[in-house]
C-alpha cells in the first residue's frame, strides 16, 4: 500500500490546519497498514471523524479570514463527505473496497491540501 509522506511544504501558513492536515497522513496510514478487519473499521471511523472535524476547522478559520472563495471551498469540502459517506455505507455492507477509499485519500490529501487548502494561505499572506 502507498504511504502517504508528510512534507513541511505542504503547509498553508496556520498550524491549527497544518498540524490537523499533518494528522490526517498518519491517520490515513493507519488505515492503509490496519492488520485486520476489526483494525480497519477502527482505523476509517477515526479517520472519517476526523477528517469531518477539520473541514468544520477549517471553515471557521477561511470565515474568520474573510476568505472570498469560502463557498467554492465549503462546495468542496461537501463533495469530499459525500464520498466519505458512500465510502461509510458500503463499510457497513461488507462491499468496502480499500481502492476506492485510496483513491479518495490521493485526491483530498494531495491534490486538496496542495490545491485549495494552500490557496487560503497564500490570500491571507497576500492581505498582510
Ligand atoms: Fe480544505
Given at each position: 500500500m502507498s504511504k502517504f509522506t508528510w512534507r513541511?511544504?505542504?503547509?498553508?501558513?496556520y498550524d491549527l490546519v497544518d498540524g490537523q492536515h499533518e494528522h490526517l497522513f498518519k491517520l490515513a496510514n493507519k488505515v492503509f497498514d490496519a492488520k485486520d478487519k476489526h483494525a480497519l473499521k477502527h482505523c476509517v471511523q477515526e479517520l472519517f471523524r476526523y477528517v469531518r472535524k477539520h473541514f468544520r476547522d477549517e471553515e471557521r478559520l477561511m470565515s474568520q479570514l474573510n476568505y472570498p472563495d469560502y463557498d467554492h471551498h465549503v462546495q468542496l469540502h461537501n463533495e469530499i463527505e459525500l464520498r466519505l459517506s458512500k465510502i461509510d455505507a458500503e463499510f457497513k455492507t461488507d462491499q468496502f473496497s480499500i481502492t476506492a477509499l485510496q483513491i479518495l485519500m490521493n485526491d483530498w490529501l494531495l491534490d486538496h491540501i496542495l490545491g485549495a487548502d494552500k490557496l487560503i494561505g497564500s490570500w491571507a499572506r497576500k492581505q498582510q
Open positions: 513541511d511544504d505542504y503547509r498553508i501558513g
